[in-house]
């Protein structure tokens, strides 16, 4: 069975601060794929990265980087000098391989970025 | 250019009524998903429809029924709403992998609020 743990539920930073949000998943695949996406207070769900099982670089796009540690079954996001704007809930999910797509999704991090 | 687009976007309702919700995706994808979204926030899939036939039902009730007229079009209908129906519900699409490896990303809809009272 697949599982994805966010155990923090909600973060707050003041502005500027970096900021880690924590993924932790289980499979007994060893091909898979993991994601992160964003949902903004206007309630969409944003696309931010897609990850697969058997390539462990490091990925940096602007203020966001990503750093997947498949021996720790990590994939962990930071942020960078926040800003308010990132104020979001952050959800990291895992695909296993086959038919099907069947995304599984953690509880989603509650991050607050204050002034 | 909404990429994958719900109607309507709220919904309110009486217990005991039906209700559909309807998504469009203009990705071209073959791959289409209905996800649930409760009220602590937590996802999870309710089906997904590979170029128009089911693949994926995760035990959802005999109430909810999906319909998809062509692969860009996946239609959500719910019978005798229930105040535990209550919900965000997210339409998705994406391509399958077995037929775009690599490719299997899925893009999400606005969603759908619905509230049942």
């Known amino acids: 069975a697949q599982k994805v743990t966010q155990a923090q539920t909600e973060i707050s930073v003041v502005e500027k601060e970096d900021v880690t949000l924590d993924c932790v998943y289980e499979t007994r695949d060893t091909t898979y794929y993991l994601f992160w996406y964003k949902q903004p207070p206007s309630g969409e769900l944003v696309f931010l990265i897609r990850?697969?099982?058997?390539?462990?670089q490091n990925e940096i796009s602007g203020r966001y980087s990503w750093n997947f540690q498949k021996s720790t079954s990590s994939f962990n996001f930071t942020i960078t000098a926040s800003q308010v704007v990132d104020s979001a809930v952050y959800f990291c999910a895992l695909l296993p391989p086959g038919g099907g797509n069947k995304l599984t999704f953690g509880t989603g991090t509650q991050l607050k970025v204050e002034l | 250019d909404t990429a994958v687009s719900q109607t309507p976007k709220y919904l309110v309702t009486q217990m005991g009524n039906d209700k559909s919700i309807k998504c469009e995706q203009n990705l071209g994808h073959d791959t289409m998903y209905w996800y649930k979204q409760d009220s602590k926030k937590f996802l999870k899939i309710m089906f997904s429809y590979n170029n128009k036939e089911l693949i994926i039902n995760e035990t959802v009730p005999n109430r909810f029924s999906p319909k998809s007229p062509d692969k860009a079009h996946l239609n959500l209908h719910i019978n005798s709403l229930e105040l535990g129906d209550s919900a965000v519900y997210f339409c998705?699409?994406?391509?399958?992998?077995?037929?775009?490896?690599?490719?299997?990303?899925?893009?999400f809809g606005p969603g759908t609020r619905l509230t049942v009272l």
């Open positions: 998705a699409s994406s391509w399958d992998r077995e037929n775009r490896p690599g490719t299997d990303t899925q893009y």
């Open positions: 990850r697969n099982s058997f390539d462990e």
